[in-house]
């Protein structure tokens, strides 16, 4: 299993750019969901999904979509990128059980806005 | 929102020491999580704990819920457990966001 895959890992974008950070999983996890971490400020929820088309906001989901077509992917979208959302984007995946359901994270995307 | 608060946020101690990390949260939660996140920036699930007690070798976790908090024990330090430590909770209405804390910094010295 390759776990839970973000790509790319590096990305600089020019205000007012779009783009899509990729995140895909294979095992079968019907929870998943993108945080972003900034210095002193942990990892904020940006989106979540609970299964395929089912998506959910979280913390801080202005200037972010997503959906959610299948159940191993769960593609987050910057429509007009501005400086604020320089940071590192974490997808996480897990399943539903609420008995034994640690979250997995992909390895990050490192974002900078200029 | 429920508001999940980490202490202390950083913490500085020498090799072979233990240490004690704290989570308070201030809502009920279904479940309650610990992660390391190491020096390259992964992030690793240590414990998924939403009551009792767990151990895994030197870390071990405990979590009252009844009086929201958990506690994260890292025995005999060693210079690999430096990094970053996050709780993270599963709000208690059931929609399933999964909100973490700001961290401990932990940085063990040789």
């Known amino acids: 299993n390759a776990g839970v895959t973000q790509t790319p890992k590096f990305q600089v974008l020019k205000t007012g750019q779009s783009m899509t950070l990729q995140c895909a999983q294979d095992?079968?996890?019907?929870?998943m969901s993108w945080y972003r971490q900034d210095p002193g400020m942990g990892l904020r929820l940006i989106h979540y999904s609970v299964g395929a088309g089912i998506t959910d906001q979280g913390e801080v989901p202005n200037g972010y979509n997503v959906s959610r077509s299948t159940t191993e992917d769960f593609p987050l979208r910057l429509l007009s990128a501005a400086p604020s959302q320089t940071s590192v984007y974490f997808c996480a995946s897990s399943y539903l059980d609420r008995f034994n359901s640690p979250l997995h994270f992909g390895n990050g995307t490192r974002l900078t806005v200029t | 929102g429920i508001q999940v608060e980490q202490s202390p946020p950083d913490l500085i101690l020498q090799e072979g020491a233990n240490s004690t990390l704290r989570c308070n949260f201030s809502?009920?939660?279904?479940?309650l999580q610990w992660f390391h996140q190491n020096p390259w920036g992964q992030l690793i699930n240590l414990f998924y704990i939403p009551s009792g007690t767990k151990q895994n070798g030197r870390l071990s976790a405990t979590t009252v819920a009844t009086e929201r908090y958990s506690l994260l024990y890292i025995s005999s330090s060693q210079t690999t457990d430096s990094g970053v430590y996050f709780c993270?909770?599963?709000?208690?209405?059931?929609?399933?966001?999964?909100?973490f804390g700001k961290g401990t910094r932990l940085h063990i010295l040789p």
């Open positions: 809502d009920s939660v279904n479940n």
């Open positions: 095992m079968n996890h019907e929870y």
């Open positions: 993270a909770v599963e709000v208690g209405n059931r929609d399933d966001k999964i909100i």
